[in-house]
């Protein structure tokens, strides 16, 4: 069969490759993200959008002390002249320059609802009106004198700029963010007076280190004010790589209320977050009691912020009712860093804080340098002119007598008395009004004035040093401008250290209620309400009883001591209720089918406990030290089979003795002092026995005397004990007269 040709090509078509298409076509789109829709501009801090905007409002003459216009107008023209994208995006970011939450220092100064802190939109553009604030006019300003590139707009019909003049360090002062393909960037804002300080040391000491402009930019200045709680190595590291974040938390304060009852009374709340739904999660976490500490929340806010919240009780600690809060609502929230930016206009990079502020400045010399030559231009024809009035002031009948008879009276001028185009041009385009004001001293006062700027401004172009000082005024002028003794200038975020606390939040977050714990013999836990005084009614599996019955809280940890000599930790909060039998405690850990409970009791921190094994083996240990963090337990006490843990009891305050009785009926009493402190290990010998174990131990102050119970419930007391007490490891004696069949104390 012979191969057959691809049919021909219909005419007007092209073949291509669909992998090569799609790749093209893809990285346009994502050029076009990223250049003209997500990233900012290193020089002005600005997107297309915000540009465009400005700019428009510019032709609009839309200056600070001028009257407002409509938002539609602006808008209109914005998208009808520059930005062909729909009117509602181009209205939003016209909406969020002018409030002054979410922007520092706003670019467009709004008339009408534009919107609030809660989360509630802006009307719509039709019903507002807005026009530039000092700081866009600080921006813009220069951008008529060629101190900034222009080209055409998107239909051919109109140039706006590609960067704005930038006389105000907008990029770190206002802060940025969006998401592009591939690439996102997040700048918070900063305070304007800090960023000009931190240029003026860097026109200064060019290798300044970012250390160093630390100490001038200490961290961000966030509209909405609050605390930034992150320790200075972390925030000097995240400015030197240009990627990081800030802890930042609500500023609280405790407000008294009178006979020992206060209230918290918050301010301000960190930066981007919407206190409508704020309120509205804090509602919801104490609806699950999540928040077991606090009783209200209550948003009494007029035009600032003021958040009550109720304790519980007067006796909660308000520092770590805030803690609890921080940590589970967005009163407490992370700003990112993540200075990637387009640099010289075209390169998308992440820059640290000394480059931004160095292409910022490289920027601003351009400027100078570009206005500088704008205006040598603009007097260099000024002198041209003034030399043809000169002229024609001392030859004004014959300057007349030309204009009034010759046909072709430019070039007759020209010819007649040596003039450029130029200056003839500009005599015969004179008003006869202007006549009289050609006076010689005033065309060379003029003149001259001209000259000597004109002097000035070359030597400017010849030096770098007198650039920079140039520059350096034009800082200062904008420090004092917007300096930190002005209203809008003044740090609203402070710094603070994130306080320590102990207490475990995660109990603290557990409401804490009152609770019987129940265990029966064969394992079964459960936790009933309340603290139980009547028993009788407690119901168990047949065949089971109870073993362990006692009051404890749902904020209260429990220790078990299984024979193997492991701890075991459990949450009272997370035990079955008492509807049933409860659950096996097998199940809420890993429990060897072959282990029994020894002991079951609450925990309570800074208390010393002694732990004995059937061999006659203990020692104390901190009961601190036996929390077991997983379900596997906690190894405290080793022994080897056939012993296993026997024992475990508290060590009262004060106790100076140990009591030790074994199966064969001996008892030995011996100083506590003779038992070592271990956090894990086999312990020493208590008592020596010839046959059996040990049966039962306790700590006890032998001023007191030896207590225990008999089983009917009695309680005994002996105070003499003088007969067995002895040393530890010896055999002992038998008991006193009345000690329990059973060899325990309890």
């Given at each position: 069969?012979?191969?057959?040709?691809?049919?021909?090509?219909?005419?007007?078509?092209?073949?291509?490759?669909?992998?090569?298409?799609?790749?093209?076509?893809?990285?346009?789109?994502?050029?076009?993200?990223?250049?003209?829709?997500?990233?900012?501009d290193v020089?002005?801090?600005?997107?297309?959008?915000?540009?465009?905007?400005?700019?428009?409002?510019?032709?609009?003459?839309?200056?600070p002390d001028?009257?407002?216009?409509?938002?539609?107008?602006?808008?209109?023209?914005?998208i009808?002249?520059?930005?062909?994208?729909?009117?509602?995006?181009?209205?939003?970011?016209?909406?969020?320059?002018?409030?002054?939450?979410?922007?520092?220092?706003?670019?467009?100064?709004?008339?009408?609802n534009?919107?609030?802190?809660?989360?509630?939109?802006?009307?719509?553009?039709?019903?507002?009106?807005?026009?530039?604030?000092?700081?866009?006019?600080?921006l813009?300003?220069?951008?008529?004198?060629?101190?900034?590139?222009?080209?055409?707009?998107y239909?051919?019909?109109?140039?706006e700029?590609?960067?704005?003049?930038?006389?105000?360090p907008?990029?770190?002062?206002?802060?940025?963010?969006g998401?592009?393909?591939?690439?996102?960037?997040?700048?918070?804002?900063?305070?304007?007076?800090?960023?000009?300080?931190?240029a003026?040391?860097?026109?200064?000491?060019?290798?300044a280190?970012?250390?160093?402009?630390?100490?001038?930019?200490?961290?961000?200045?966030?509209?909405?004010?609050?605390?930034i709680?992150?320790?200075?190595?972390?925030?000097?590291?995240?400015?030197k790589?240009?990627?990081?974040?800030f802890?930042?938390?609500?500023?609280?304060?405790?407000?008294?209320?009178?006979?020992?009852?206060?209230?918290?009374?918050v301010?301000?709340?960190?930066?981007?977050?919407?206190?409508?739904?704020?309120?509205?999660?804090?509602?919801?976490?104490?609806?699950?009691?999540?928040?077991?500490?606090?009783?209200?929340?209550?948003?009494?806010?007029?035009?600032?912020?003021?958040?009550?919240?109720?304790?519980?009780?007067?006796?909660?600690?308000?520092?770590l009712l805030?803690?609890?809060?921080?940590?589970?609502?967005?009163?407490e929230?992370?700003?990112?860093?993540?200075?990637n930016?387009?640099?010289?206009?075209r390169?998308?990079?992440?820059?640290?804080?000394?480059?931004?502020?160095?292409?910022?400045?490289?920027?601003?010399?351009?400027?100078?340098?570009?206005?500088?030559?704008?205006?040598?231009?603009?007097i260099?024809?000024?002198?041209?002119?003034?030399?043809?009035y000169?002229?024609?002031?001392l030859?004004?009948?014959?300057?007349?007598?030309?204009?009034?008879?010759?046909d072709?009276?430019?070039?007759?001028?020209?010819?007649?008395?040596?003039?450029?185009?130029?200056?003839?041009?500009?005599?015969?385009?004179?008003?006869?009004?202007?006549?009289r004001?050609?006076?010689?001293?005033?065309?060379?006062?003029?003149?001259?004035?001209?000259?000597?700027?004109?002097?000035?401004?070359?030597?400017?172009?010849?030096?770098?040093?007198?650039?920079?000082?140039?520059i350096?005024?034009?800082?200062?002028?904008?420090?004092?401008k917007?300096?930190?003794?002005?209203?809008?200038?003044?740090?609203?975020t402070?710094?603070?250290?994130?306080?320590?606390?102990?207490?475990?939040?995660?109990?603290?977050?557990?409401?804490?209620?009152?609770?019987?714990?129940?265990?029966?013999?064969?394992g079964?836990?459960?936790?009933?309400?309340?603290?139980?005084?009547?028993?009788?009614?407690?119901?168990?599996k047949?065949?089971d009883?109870?073993?362990?019955?006692?009051?404890?809280?749902?904020?209260?940890?429990?220790?078990?001591f299984?024979?193997?000599?492991?701890?075991?930790?459990?949450?009272?909060?997370?035990?079955?209720?008492?509807?049933?039998?409860?659950?096996?405690?097998?199940?809420?850990?890993?429990?060897?089918?072959?282990?029994d409970?020894?002991?079951?009791?609450?925990?309570?921190?800074?208390?010393?406990?002694?732990?004995?094994?059937?061999d006659?083996?203990?020692?104390?240990?901190?009961?601190?030290?036996?929390?077991?963090?997983?379900?596997?337990?906690?190894?405290?006490?080793?022994?080897?089979?056939?012993?296993?843990?026997?024992?475990?009891?508290?060590?009262?305050?004060?106790a100076d003795?140990?009591?030790?009785?074994g199966?064969?009926?001996?008892?030995?009493i011996?100083?506590?002092?003779?038992?070592?402190?271990?956090?894990?290990?086999?312990?020493?010998?208590?008592?020596?026995?010839?046959?059996?174990?040990?049966?039962?131990?306790?700590?006890?102050?032998?001023?007191?005397g030896l207590?225990?119970?008999?089983?009917?419930?009695r309680t005994?007391?002996?105070?003499?004990?003088?007969?067995?007490?002895?040393?530890?490891?010896?055999?002992?004696?038998?008991?006193?007269?009345?000690f329990?069949?059973?060899?325990?104390?309890?």
């Open positions: 069969m012979t191969k057959q040709s691809p049919p021909p090509e219909p005419d007007g078509f092209q073949s291509i490759n669909l992998r090569e298409a799609l790749e093209e076509r893809y990285l346009a789109y994502a050029l076009s993200t990223i250049m003209h829709r997500a990233l900012p020089r002005d801090g600005l997107k297309p959008v915000h540009r465009r905007l400005l700019h428009a409002m510019r032709q609009l003459k839309l200056d001028q009257g407002f216009k409509k938002c539609a107008r602006v808008v209109g023209d914005v009808g002249k520059y930005h062909p994208h729909g009117d509602q995006s181009v209205y939003d970011a016209l909406v969020r320059l002018a409030q002054d939450f979410a922007v520092r220092y706003p670019l467009v100064e709004g008339q009408g534009f919107g609030n802190i809660d989360g509630d939109n802006a009307a719509a553009m039709r019903y507002t009106e807005a026009r530039l604030t000092e700081v866009a006019q600080a813009l300003e220069g951008i008529g004198e060629n101190t900034v590139d222009f080209r055409e707009t239909d051919g019909e109109d140039e700029p590609i960067v704005l003049p930038g006389a105000f907008n990029l770190l002062a206002n802060g940025s963010s998401i592009a393909v591939g690439m996102a960037t997040s700048i918070p804002p900063h305070n304007a007076h800090e960023l000009c300080d931190a003026l040391h860097l026109i200064k000491y060019p290798n280190t970012i250390t160093k402009l630390v100490e001038y930019v200490p961290g961000p200045d966030l509209p909405t004010g609050g605390t709680v992150d320790d200075r190595d972390a925030i000097i590291e995240a400015y790589t240009g990627k990081g974040g802890r930042v938390r609500a500023r609280w304060s405790k407000e008294e209320l009178g006979r020992g009852t206060w209230q918290i009374v301010t301000e709340i960190p930066y981007q977050v919407q206190k409508g739904k704020l309120v509205e999660k804090i509602a919801e976490l104490m609806q699950a009691k999540k928040l077991p500490m606090l009783d209200d929340v209550r948003d009494e806010s007029a035009e600032d912020i003021r958040l009550v919240l109720e304790p519980k009780s007067r006796s909660v600690d308000p520092v805030m803690e609890s809060l921080f940590k589970v609502t967005e009163l929230s992370r700003i990112s860093l993540n200075m930016v387009l640099s010289h206009g390169v998308p990079n992440v820059l640290s804080i000394k480059d931004v502020l160095k292409q910022w400045l490289d920027h601003r010399k351009e400027v100078l340098v570009r206005r500088t030559e704008f205006r040598l231009d603009k260099a024809h000024r002198l041209e002119v003034l030399g043809g000169l002229v024609a002031y030859n004004l009948d014959e300057v007349i007598r030309i204009i009034r008879e010759e072709e009276p430019k070039k007759e001028l020209m010819r007649t008395f040596s003039l450029s185009d130029v200056q003839a041009e500009a005599i015969l385009n004179m008003r006869l009004r202007s006549l004001k050609l006076e010689e001293m005033e065309i060379r006062t003029e003149y001259d004035g001209l000259v000597v700027e004109q002097k000035e401004l070359q030597e400017l172009l010849k030096s770098d040093d007198r650039q920079w000082t140039r350096s005024d034009e800082i200062k002028e904008a420090r004092e917007f300096g930190k003794k002005t209203e809008l200038g003044r740090r609203r402070d710094f603070a250290n994130a306080p320590e606390i102990e207490v475990d939040l995660e109990q603290a977050m557990i409401e804490k209620e009152p609770v019987t714990i129940v265990c029966s013999e064969k079964w836990i459960r936790a009933m309400k309340g603290h139980l005084t009547d028993l009788s009614g407690l119901a168990f047949e065949g009883r109870a073993s362990y019955v006692f009051t404890a809280h749902t904020t209260d940890k429990l220790l078990a299984a024979s193997s000599g492991k701890f075991y930790t459990f949450g009272a909060d997370r035990l079955p209720g008492g509807r049933g039998h409860g659950e096996p405690l097998r199940l809420m850990a890993d429990l060897d089918a072959a282990d409970i020894v002991a079951l009791f609450v925990h309570e921190p800074g208390r010393n406990l002694l732990v004995a094994a059937s006659g083996r203990g020692f104390v240990v901190s009961e601190s030290e036996v929390i077991a963090t997983t379900r596997k337990g906690k190894q405290v006490l080793n022994v080897k089979l056939p012993a296993e843990a026997q024992s475990c009891s508290r060590i009262p305050d004060g003795h140990v009591a030790v009785v199966e064969n009926r001996k008892l030995l011996f100083t506590l002092t003779d038992l070592p402190e271990m956090n894990r290990g086999a312990g020493v010998r208590l008592q020596k026995y010839k046959d059996g174990g040990l049966s039962d131990a306790k700590a006890f102050k032998l001023a007191d207590t225990w119970q008999d089983s009917s419930g005994w007391t002996i105070n003499d004990l003088r007969e067995w007490i002895g040393q530890r490891a010896q055999a002992g004696r038998l008991p006193m007269k009345g329990p069949r059973n060899n325990r104390f309890s």
